[in-house]
């Protein structure tokens, strides 16, 4: 008997994990689409970047204030945090899509992946602790990879430059977003946490719109691809890695969300036509790598 309820929680448990990398992984292939629904997409990015936020905020602030209502109510005591987790939101999703729009979308991805980087850099100001040794190794590998991606871009026309900047504000602002959720997760489950940031960066984004005079009004033949990337890229795709994130451990969902940018180069030379040059494919390298020594070790 006692046999048996060991091999019956063996077995649980390696399906647990097989859901859990499962779930981590589609999701992030369903993040590395991103860029091709952007570059389809005939809006500003900032706009687009408001549709993907309203349509997920509608869908999941119901859902967790349903299951969880208690949790939901009590995070308020943390309305600044939150409110400002919201803003670095905002501006990490429209300069992301910004730089999609600009370089190629594997590339905008990448720089956006430099946010461990940060992270482990402003971590001593924002959490007091200390610079590890894994910073100091890894800082120069991915300033090596974006030497090599910014002297590759620059091949391409004065266009490429502020795409760059645009995707290192992104990696920025993620950074900050990251270690500002740190402090906030520590009381709050993921779901509650996503549901405020959304709602916050729709309030942020709906400002962002609303200063630079653009007409809100969306083409018939863009709705399909603002639902999808409202409610498939964002909604569903944070559901299930959330849920795939709370069966295996935090490193390893940390590599698995790799897929992203791999992904989005594929999607890019397949639905975009981009190409994937020697020095880019070294300088991407170079920055997965050194997130990879930061998330774990």
């Not at 993040?31 to 990015?45: A, K």
């Not at 594997?106 to 894994?134: C, M």
């Not at 944070?238 to 295996?248: A, E, K, R």
């Amino acid at each position: 008997m006692l046999f048996n309820n060991l091999e019956l929680r063996f077995v649980n448990e390696r399906f647990n994990k097989i859901v859990g990398v499962s779930f981590v992984s589609i999701a992030a292939a369903i993040w590395g689409s991103n860029g091709v629904i952007v570059n389809f997409i005939e809006l500003d990015p900032f706009l687009i970047a408001y549709y993907r936020t309203l349509l997920a905020t509608l869908l999941l602030i119901p859902t967790v204030f349903l299951v969880n209502k208690r949790e939901f109510i009590k995070a308020v005591r943390e309305w600044k945090l939150l409110i400002f987790n919201g803003f670095m939101n905002a501006l990490g999703w429209g300069f992301l899509f910004s730089s999609m729009k600009l370089i190629p979308i594997a590339v905008s991805v990448l720089l956006n992946y430099l946010a461990p980087i940060f992270v482990a850099i402003l971590s001593p100001f924002f959490l007091k602790e200390k610079i590890k040794t894994t910073t100091i190794v890894s800082l120069p590998l991915s300033l090596l990879g974006v030497t090599l991606i910014f002297n590759e871009q620059i091949n391409y026309g004065s266009a490429s430059i502020p795409g760059i900047i645009y995707g290192l504000l992104s990696g920025l602002f993620y950074a900050v977003f990251i270690l500002i959720s740190k402090k906030i997760r520590r009381e709050y489950s993921s779901y509650t946490l996503a549901s405020y940031t959304y709602m916050f960066t729709l309030v942020f984004l709906a400002i962002i719109v609303s200063a630079s005079s653009q007409t809100i009004n969306v083409k018939e033949e863009a709705i399909p691809l603002l639902l999808l990337i409202g409610f498939v890229n964002t909604a569903f795709a944070v559901t299930i890695y959330f849920h795939g994130l709370g069966l295996i451990e935090a490193q390893k969902a940390v590599i698995l969300t790799y897929f992203e940018p791999l992904c989005a180069a594929l999607f890019g030379v397949l639905f975009l036509n981009q190409t994937l040059s020697i020095p880019l494919i070294v300088g991407g390298i170079l920055i997965i790598l050194s997130g990879y020594i930061v998330a774990r070790y």
